[in-house]
């Protein structure tokens, strides 16, 4: 077997896995309940997929020029779909988009909506709500108002 065969095999065969990361991810996309998860799935699709078909084009087509920009390109779609996700999440965060009722274990607690229909964020960390558990309280501080320093 000769080298052009290989690199043409692998090629496809990377060219194919990522548009399959891809359809995975729009799959995810109209599947999934809520913004937290759907911006997940489609950030590492994006990071995953794109990298495949780009080193699967290189491999189609390789040349000692294109080497470089695929090293870097791959380095910098890995970064960048990640902070493109986490930012998008983060913006519905702000916004107050609650997560789907099925989701078991969050690390910030969803208050409920108010009055005015907006959705509030409790400051208290899951560890604050275990304190305060353990107290019988609902903010962690003693009965009599006060706070164990």
Do not use: C
Not at 56 to 72: C, I, R, S
Not at 76 to 89: E, H, K, R, V, Y
Not at 93 to 117: K, M, N
Request: hydrophobic share 50%; net charge negative.
């Amino acid at each position: 077997m000769n080298w052009e065969l290989i690199a043409t095999v692998l090629g496809s065969v990377s060219v194919l896995a990522g548009s399959v990361v891809f359809l995975g991810g729009a799959i995810g996309l109209l599947r999934f309940p809520d913004l937290y998860v759907r911006s997940s799935a489609i950030g590492a699709a994006a990071g995953l997929g794109l990298v495949f078909v780009i080193v699967g084009a290189f491999l189609l087509h390789p040349t000692w020029d294109a080497a470089p920009k695929v090293a870097v390109a791959a380095v910098l779609q890995f970064a960048s779909s990640a902070i493109g996700a986490m930012s998008i999440a983060r913006a519905g965060f702000l916004s107050g988009a609650a997560p789907t009722t099925a989701t078991r274990y969050s690390q910030v607690e969803f208050i409920g909506d108010t009055p005015d229909g907006d959705s509030r964020l409790s400051d208290a960390s899951p560890a604050d709500a275990r304190v305060a558990d353990a107290r019988g309280d609902a903010r962690g501080a003693d009965p009599d108002g006060t706070r164990d320093e």
